[in-house]
């Protein structure tokens, strides 16, 4: 039973990081429910430090979702500036942290740390796609990295790379058929327009839900590493393995639509 009244410090943090091995020079996205996390020496502004310190230490990139789908509707889809996301308060907490650059990515942008240089080139060419996780996007990146995503007292339903996997992977029925207007207002304050074609399946409302259902694969060929962050449980997870076990998937399943219904994966479509 772990005490949910403990103020964790700082190196606390940084040893549970450590005892799960994760990399200090790769690409790693944190998905996270700091209500879960509990209570942190400097609140949320001393987890977002001590990620910072440690995931940067060595040259890699720590990514900090801050996705506007919300916007989807109104006259500017993303402000750079705007600390106020579809996500929580750790989201808004990154935004307004200056040593970070966050992505124009429209509808799935994240803010970026580490080593500028690197950073911006992570980042560039975000207005370019027609998905919020095209794998020409900051996603696709992260699985050419050899990448991690860490998930901090969340599921595999708040996985967003997972949709960027199924379009790696040429899975059908992700995205809607037409494209929707969309502006990003940058940091000298020019509104650029663009198009995205929004994630949307004829099946469900909401396909993320089902990508819980990928756990058991994933774990079976070993993309999870499993430890806390404060009093969250966390799954610190590969990307490139989770990318090669859903193809595999997918391809032993001769194209039929593993998440169609939410019964379990058969496990001769990935043993």
């Known amino acids: 039973m772990r005490d949910l009244n403990k103020v964790y410090t700082k190196a606390e943090i940084k040893e549970q990081l450590k005892s799960m091995k994760l990399p200090q020079d790769k690409v790693v996205l944190v998905h996270s429910s700091l209500r879960l996390v509990g209570k942190v020496e400097g609140e949320a502004q001393g987890l977002l430090d001590v990620m910072i310190e440690y995931f940067t230490e060595k040259g890699g990139l720590l990514c900090i979702p801050t996705h506007t789908w919300m916007n989807f509707n109104k006259e500017i889809t993303l402000d750079v500036s705007d600390p106020n996301t579809s996500l929580g308060a750790f989201s808004s907490v990154a935004v307004l942290d200056k040593r970070g650059i966050r992505s124009k990515n429209p509808s799935h942008s994240m803010v970026v740390f580490g ?157």
Do not use: W
Request: aromatic residues 8%; contains cysteine.
């Open 115 to 271: 080593d500028r240089d690197r950073a911006c080139e992570f980042i560039k060419d975000e207005l370019d796609i027609d998905s919020g996780t095209h794998p020409n996007s900051c996603y696709g990146k992260i699985y050419r990295d050899g990448g991690y995503i860490l998930l901090v007292g969340v599921a595999h339903n708040r996985n967003t790379y997972l949709h960027c996997v199924e379009e790696l992977i040429g899975m059908s029925n992700r995205l809607a058929k037409e494209a929707e207007n969309v502006t990003v207002k940058t940091e000298d304050g020019q509104v650029v327009k663009s198009k995205i074609r929004p994630h949307r399946t004829d099946f469900t409302s909401d396909v993320s839900l089902r990508f819980v259902k990928y756990e058991t694969a994933f774990r079976y060929h070993g993309a999870i590493v499993d430890g806390f962050v404060g009093n969250a449980p966390t799954q610190a997870c590969d990307a490139r393995i989770m990318k090669d076990v859903m193809e595999l998937i997918y391809k032993r399943g001769n194209g039929v639509d593993p998440l169609l219904d939410e019964k379990s994966i058969p496990p001769m479509l990935y043993r």
